[in-house]
């Protein structure tokens, strides 16, 4: 069956240091994107890719960076960690545009000490 | 500033009960989806409503979307503890690109 993974599920690291949060989808789907939640905010879209080599920002991007080098993968790097990037990371795929159905995978809990 | 809010954002009932959560916006979308997600495990889509005023149903849950497109509703008919989860509503935005704009979350228990 097709599934969407993150890893590593939990992770704490120190202030400054970078960080890379791993998404594989088998979907095959074109479209990726990434969210942070937090507590009252609900879901915040941080990046999202449309197709290989094609990245864009979302609305909380500031800190984070991500590359697309092929349809599975789309690594979303936090340049210098710091304490309000502390939150659960989820990436999702979906077949057409953003209003299809996103798949989500089972999110990242991340501290930022 | 929260664009799309919901309401209320705790809810604790007992089995068997009814409910009713609420996703509002003072902005238009073209469509808007509900997610349930449990802890530990990403949302997962519930459905998905398109025209103005539309109800669905699955199973004991109905869904109505709003006849300007603003708003939704989602009923739970005799809560089950399976239905425990975060419910979140996503409104779809057409810009330069298909906007996906979430909520909060209500947050359900249901007590057996």
């Known amino acids: 069956d097709a599934e969407i993974t993150q890893s590593p599920r939990h992770k704490i690291t120190e202030t400054g240091r970078q960080v890379t949060l791993a998404c594989h989808q088998t979907?095959?789907?074109?479209?990726m994107f990434w969210y942070r939640q937090d507590l009252g905010h609900g879901l915040r879209l941080i990046h999202y890719?449309?197709?290989?080599?094609?990245?864009n920002k979302g609305e909380v991007s500031d800190g984070y960076s991500v590359s697309r080098s092929n349809t599975e993968d789309l690594p979303l790097t936090l340049e210098s960690a710091a304490s309000s990037q502390t939150s659960v990371y989820f990436c999702?795929?979906?077949?057409?545009?953003?209003?299809?159905?996103?798949?989500f995978g089972p999110g990242t809990r991340l501290t930022v000490l | 500033t929260q664009l799309l809010e919901q309401s209320p954002q705790f809810l604790s009932i007992q089995e068997g009960e009814n409910l009713t959560v609420y996703c509002n916006s003072s902005?238009?979308?073209?469509?808007l989806q509900w997610y349930r997600q449990e802890p530990g495990e990403g949302p997962v889509l519930l459905v998905t409503?398109?025209?103005?005023?539309e109800v669905k149903k699955l199973k004991r849950l109905t869904f109505q979307f709003g006849d300007a497109r603003k708003d939704s509703s989602l009923h739970i008919t005799a809560a089950q503890p399976g239905d425990t989860g975060l419910y979140l509503c996503?409104?779809?935005?057409?810009?330069?690109?298909?906007?996906?704009?979430f909520g909060p979350g209500t947050s359900l228990s249901v007590i057996p």
């Open positions: 999702a795929s979906s077949e057409s545009t953003g209003a299809d159905t996103q798949y």
């Open positions: 979907w095959n789907h074109n479209n």
């Open positions: 890719s449309y197709g290989v080599h094609d990245t």
């Open positions: 902005s238009v979308f073209s469509s």
């Open positions: 409503v398109v025209t103005g005023g």
């Open positions: 996503a409104g779809v935005r057409k810009t330069s690109y298909d906007k996906v704009i």
